[in-house]
């Protein structure tokens, strides 16, 4: 029973608007399912990925207006974002300085090509080069040519109080492999990785002891969400959870994919996910993303729903 990689990320946003400019206008991310967070809808939930809506490339926001994340340990500290190939850094490098983005530069990371950058509201990522390996399914109505569009979620940076407990679930819950250490800026980094590994498969964690405890807010992140194929490997991680006394949130139905929630030792929350059965479930693959988009239980509320959203685009 193997988890095959990050299915998506979720972080906050107090300005929708922008959040929404900045990742489909900038980032050249196609905006595949504008709907609501199924527990507060009030709050927009927004999914951005690759042309096709393809597990593994959501990266994803709640409307919160809430006051910016107090950034420290326990926390998801940096997104990873893959691109193919140095050609793709520097155009990314020129494009995020353009346009007035706070970004670094282009350096060697655990033997990678990155360029760390953050968006308006302090969100902490990174372009990645995967070397340009494995499918790919550019927007063909992205604003970035097709060679240098973000092909989906990299390698997810964690901070935690203590190594030990976090690496205990990752490998003795989740069958995670620990692979390698490395050292950059100056931290000690341990990678662990699943399924058939690479960079859309890899947690990077740093022990952190000496920092206070992160507080979520706007720019930081809620949780992150890993891969499982099917509904028999879902079911079979709640059976796992269940038996080893790890408390879960239990079975959810998000319609788009069906979710399992539970929060590891330093207090991050983890979600599995499957991959199906994925957002042309109520929309046109054309048309992902162009209108509000509600669960069946939540459609006969949608007058009601709408009317507590505020545009944003």
């Known amino acids: 029973m193997q988890l095959t990689g990050i299915h998506h990320l979720t972080a906050i946003s107090a300005k929708p608007?922008?959040?929404?400019?900045?990742?489909?206008?900038?980032?050249?991310?196609?905006?595949?399912?504008?709907?609501?967070n199924q527990d507060d809808v009030s709050a927009y939930h927004l999914f951005y990925a690759d042309g096709k809506?393809?597990?593994?490339?959501?990266?994803?926001?709640?409307?919160?207006?809430?006051?910016?994340?107090?950034?420290?340990?326990?926390?998801?500290?940096?997104?990873?974002?893959?691109?193919?190939?140095?050609?793709?850094?520097?155009?990314?490098?020129?494009?995020?300085?353009?346009?007035?983005?706070?970004?670094?530069?282009?350096?060697?990371?655990?033997?990678?090509?990155?360029?760390?950058f953050e968006d308006?509201?302090?969100?902490?990522?990174?372009?990645?080069?995967?070397?340009?390996?494995?499918?790919?399914?550019?927007?063909?109505?992205?604003?970035?040519?097709?060679?240098?569009q973000i092909r989906g979620l990299g390698p997810i940076m964690l901070t935690v109080r203590d190594l030990s407990r976090t690496e205990r679930v990752?490998?003795?819950?989740?069958?995670?492999?620990?692979?390698?250490?490395?050292?950059?800026?100056?931290?000690?980094?341990?990678?662990?990785?699943m399924g058939e590994g690479g960079p859309a498969a890899e947690l990077h964690v740093i022990e952190s002891a000496d920092l206070d405890e992160a507080r979520q807010g706007a720019g930081g992140v809620h949780h992150v969400a890993f891969r499982t194929p099917d509904e028999a490997q879902y079911h079979a991680w709640?059976?796992?959870?269940?038996?080893?006394?790890?408390?879960?949130?239990?079975?959810?139905?998000?319609?788009?994919?069906?979710?399992?929630?539970?929060?590891?030792?330093?207090?991050?929350l983890f979600e599995i996910a499957t991959d199906g059965p994925g957002f042309a479930t109520d929309e046109p693959m054309e048309t992902l993303g162009e209108k509000l988009a509600l669960p069946p239980f939540l459609e006969p509320r949608r007058a009601e729903i709408e009317a507590g959203l505020k545009p944003i685009g």
């Not at 990742?23 to 991310?29: A, D, N, P, Q």
């Not at 300085?97 to 655990?110: C, L, P, S």
């Open 17 to 36: 608007g922008r959040n929404l400019a900045f990742y489909t206008g900038l980032l050249g991310l196609r905006l595949v399912k504008k709907t609501v």
């Open 120 to 148: 308006g509201e302090g969100q902490r990522l990174v372009l990645v080069d995967d070397g340009g390996a494995g499918p790919v399914s550019p927007w063909e109505k992205s604003p970035v040519p097709a060679e240098h």
């Open 170 to 193: 990752l490998i003795d819950v989740m069958n995670m492999c620990r692979i390698r250490d490395y050292a950059a800026h100056g931290a000690h980094i341990v990678v662990f990785t």
């Open 238 to 268: 709640t059976r796992r959870l269940n038996e080893l006394g790890i408390r879960n949130s239990g079975e959810i139905d998000r319609f788009y994919f069906r979710s399992l929630y539970f929060r590891e030792p330093n207090g991050i």
């Open 53 to 116: 809506a393809n597990p593994g490339t959501d990266l994803t926001f709640f409307d919160f207006p809430i006051p910016p994340e107090r950034r420290g340990s326990n926390s998801i500290s940096r997104t990873g974002l893959r691109v193919a190939g140095e050609k793709s850094l520097g155009f990314w490098r020129d494009r995020l300085k353009q346009a007035g983005v706070h970004t670094g530069d282009v350096i060697e990371v655990d033997g990678r090509l990155t360029l760390p």
